[in-house]
Antibody
């Protein structure tokens, strides 16, 4: 059974860097059939996908246009986890942050990436405030 | 970046009734790239449907998905008390994922 365990501070000062980690059990961050995502949720923004990292003979990352100048998602194969760094935060970045896995689906010998997220962390409430 | 518009915003129904939720995309979505989630207060979203119409593991068959192109539908054939929640659609396109604004199904 795949589980994602989130950790990180719940309070971040404005203009500082938000850092969260998602530890994986039951799967590998280096799997070539999965992607590892960060999503956030706030009353003003709803559910907002932030980005993902994935391994396909080398590491790749994709980021949402709204945060691409401020975000980095790092895989950590040694510890089987991945992290989120969001720079220069403002109160608008206050949200519940989730990590989640997307995985390739196979049927009848054919496998495709559907980009649905089947396993989620429990969420971390992050408040940006001085 | 594709935009997903869900309607209605709120659906007021009773247990046993049929719920029909709509998700409209601003540009065409490949059928394999449309998913639906259920979220209850204080919980992470739970995957219901992937690839427009495939139920995720453990999802009861009263949940079904359909659609193509820019118009997609989640149907709950007979509402159970535990189905009252918020439902989101999600799509993938051009290396980006986006969510709809959600439909709340309430009693």
């Amino acid at each position: 059974q795949v589980q994602l365990q989130q950790s990180g501070p719940g309070l971040v000062q404005p203009s500082q860097t938000l850092s969260l980690t998602c530890a994986i059990s039951g799967d590998s961050v280096s799997s070539n059939s999965a992607g590892w995502n960060w999503i956030r949720q706030s009353p003003s923004r709803g559910l907002e996908w932030l980005g993902r990292t994935y391994y396909r003979t080398k590491w790749y990352s994709d980021y949402a246009l709204s945060v691409e100048s401020r975000i980095t998602i790092h895989p950590d194969a040694a510890n089987n986890q991945f992290s989120l760094q969001l720079n220069s935060v403002t109160p608008d970045d206050t949200a519940v942050y989730y990590c989640a896995r997307d995985v390739r689906h196979c049927s009848g010998g054919n496998c495709y990436y559907y980009y649905d997220m089947d396993v989620w962390g429990t969420g971390t409430t992050v408040t940006v405030s001085s | 970046e594709g935009v997903l518009t869900q309607s209605p915003g709120t659906l007021s129904l009773s247990p046993g009734e049929r719920a029909t939720l709509s998700c409209r995309a601003s540009q065409s979505v490949r059928s394999i790239h449309l998913a639906w989630y259920q979220q209850k207060p204080g919980q992470a979203p739970r995957l219901l449907i992937y690839g427009t119409s495939s139920r995720a593991t453990g999802i009861p068959d009263r949940f079904s998905g359909s659609g193509s192109g820019t118009d997609f539908t989640l149907t709950i054939s007979r509402l159970e008390p535990e189905d009252f929640a918020v439902y989101y659609c999600q799509q993938y396109g051009s290396s980006l994922l986006t969510f709809g604004g959600g439909t709340k199904v309430e009693i």
